[in-house]
């Protein structure tokens, strides 16, 4: 069965530090690109990059340049989203997603998601 | 606030059709992908590219494109298909970056 599973809730204080991780199984994992997308409490879907595991290649949409940081280690199949110092403001839901293998790029397999919750 | 646009909510009738719109500058070039997301899940793909459903996913569930809108179709919906859905485009420069929409809950009556 192939499969995204993320790790665990997370809560964190204003300043601190975190990467959360996205374990793929059942599937070539460093042939598929990965997406990270936010989603904020009540709010929509953004996607705010993706990670290519087998050369590592991350892309990152505009509004999350410099924000976060995208990473793989091949190794143990998993991919990384991981701040340097939260803000409140990056309390959400945060999903991983494999990337398809046709031109259209859509997600087909989705993690269950970890929620950071960034609060003093 | 997203480029891409949908209409926030639609109701429709147990065993009815809802029309779900996505509008924006991409649709001149390709075709959305559509999710559907219930409350406490995870995202699941419906449909991709030019109206391609995974496996699993029943015929119910149609898109299709007209100029500057793109369409959802659901017929003979169901209680269960009370969610949120999203459309998604990729960019155009094989970056394959891409955009959601803004969302549309559709509540069922």
């Known amino acids: 069965e192939v499969q995204l599973v993320q790790s665990g809730v997370e809560m964190k204080k204003p300043g601190e530090s975190l990467r959360i991780s996205c374990r793929g199984s059942?599937?070539?994992?460093?042939?598929?690109?990965i997406g990270w997308v936010r989603q904020m409490p009540g709010k929509g879907l953004e996607l705010m990059g993706i990670?290519?595991?087998?050369?590592?290649?991350?892309r990152y949409n505009p509004s999350f340049r410099g924000q976060v940081t995208f990473s793989v280690d091949k190794a143990i199949n998993s991919a990384f989203l991981q701040w340097s110092s939260l803000k409140s403001s990056d309390t959400a839901m945060y999903f991983c997603?494999?990337?398809?293998?046709?031109?259209?790029?859509?997600?087909?397999?989705w993690g269950q998601g970890t929620m950071v919750i960034v609060s003093s | 606030s997203s480029e891409v646009t949908q209409d926030p909510a639609v109701s429709v009738a147990l065993g009815q059709t809802v029309r779900i719109t996505c509008q924006g500058g991409r649709l001149r070039t390709s075709f959305p992908n559509w999710y559907r997301q219930k409350p406490g899940q995870a995202p699941v793909l419906l449909i991709s590219?030019?109206?391609h459903r995974p496996s699993g996913i029943p015929g119910r569930f149609s898109g299709s494109r007209s100029r500057n809108t793109a369409l959802l179709t659901i017929t003979g919906v169901r209680a269960d298909d009370e969610a949120d859905y999203y459309c998604h485009f990729r960019d155009n420069d094989n970056s394959h970056l891409g955009v959601f929409g803004s969302g549309t809950r559709v509540a069922v009556l």
């Open positions: 590219g030019e109206n």
């Open positions: 059942g599937y070539s994992f460093s042939g598929q690109w």
């Open positions: 997603a494999r990337q398809g293998l046709s031109w259209d790029d859509a997600f087909d397999v």
């Open positions: 990670i290519y595991p087998g050369d590592s290649d991350a």
